[in-house]
């Protein structure tokens, strides 16, 4: 591993997609960045997931065919700002993916890793995103759980799950560090036949 990219790593912090700037992703970075995000672990090579990408003036299009509309039968005495809001959630990127898990029947390969599989996914789409110079950041929020948002995404409510929304776009400012989680709480050794 380069000493640039493990610096990068180290570095990596995500953009709020409600400060980010709605800048355009031009279509090789696009291109690459999902080349990357498919470069996953993947048991079987079954590919168990879907991108769905959102760009230009699909992003505004699905906003009101579907998440107005869906979060106002949700939300009936939500107010016409609240709606509004919803309606345009995706334009505050300049690209939103979609990665919807997909699981297959396998007879040896469990669900869970076909899921943990495409988890993968939105991490490479979001490191690569981050790694070109994009503001960047994976959500799940309300409409990830929602089935009619998932069945408008080409999703089968049966059998998928959204992963996440991967919202890219400009950043107005460098975004501060957060707290990580200390070290020595969370990392333990096995050792003689117990954790130190």
Not at 67 to 82: D, H, M, Q, V
Not at 114 to 128: D, F, H, K, P, T
Not at 162 to 183: A, H, T, V
Request: with cysteine.
């Amino acid at each position: 591993m380069s000493k640039s990219f493990i610096d990068f790593l180290l570095k990596r912090r995500s953009v709020t997609a409600k400060t980010m700037m709605p800048s355009n992703v031009n279509d090789i970075d696009l291109n690459n960045i999902i080349s990357v995000g498919t470069r996953v672990p993947d048991h079987g090579a079954l590919a168990p997931w879907k991108i769905i990408i959102l760009q230009g003036k699909t992003r505004e299009e699905f906003g009101k065919l579907h998440l107005g509309k869906r979060f106002k039968i949700l939300n009936p005495n939500a107010s016409y700002e609240t709606i509004n809001y919803e309606e345009n959630r995706f334009l505050r990127a300049g690209v939103v993916i979609c990665v919807i898990s997909c699981p297959v029947k396998h007879d040896k390969i469990p669900l869970w890793e076909m899921q943990l599989s495409s988890a993968a996914v939105c991490y490479g789409i979001l490191i690569s995103a981050q790694s070109l110079g994009y503001a960047a950041q994976w959500l799940t929020e309300w409409y990830a759980y929602d089935e009619v948002i998932l069945e408008a995404l080409g999703g089968n409510i049966k059998n998928d799950k959204i992963s996440g929304f991967i919202y890219i776009g400009g950043k107005n400012l460098e975004p501060k560090e957060r707290i990580r989680p200390e070290k020595n709480k969370i990392v333990q050794y096995w050792q003689k036949n117990k954790l130190v």
